[in-house]
């Protein structure tokens, strides 16, 4: 399995910015896809941004233009700006290779007004 650790969650006021971090450990295949989901109470977790290993990056519409995500080696970054109360939720990163989909622990992103 590959283990990741994420960190750089909190509690930050609506505008501000987090920048998220996850750690990858056990990485074996050269093409492989990691990126970030995202669930709120409620809610299903979705997509909130990916990074394939060719370097094709994709982002759910709600973030675009907001958040930005980055890759150096076995190490994903998010890039949160401008954040809104809408983007409270547990942020959990994602590594997906071949038949492998392996899943952090979560971080909470709180967004206050």
């Known amino acids: 399995q590959v283990q990741l650790v994420e960190s750089g969650g909190g509690l930050v006021q609506a505008g501000g910015s987090l920048r998220l971090s996850c750690a990858a450990s056990?990485?074996?295949?050269?093409?492989?896809?990691m990126g970030w989901y995202r669930q709120a109470p409620g809610k299903q977790r979705e997509l909130v941004a990916a990074?394939?290993?060719?370097?094709t990056t994709n982002y759910a519409d709600s973030v675009k233009g907001r958040f930005f995500i980055s890759r150096a080696k076995n190490t994903v970054y998010l890039q949160m700006n401008s954040l809104k109360p809408e983007d409270t939720a547990v942020y959990y990163c994602?590594?997906?290779?071949?038949?492998?989909?392996?899943w952090g622990q979560g971080t909470q992103v709180t967004v206050s007004s």
């Open positions: 056990g990485i074996t295949f050269s093409i492989n896809t």
């Open positions: 994602n590594y997906k290779a071949g038949v492998y989909d392996d």
């Open positions: 990074f394939r290993s060719g370097g």
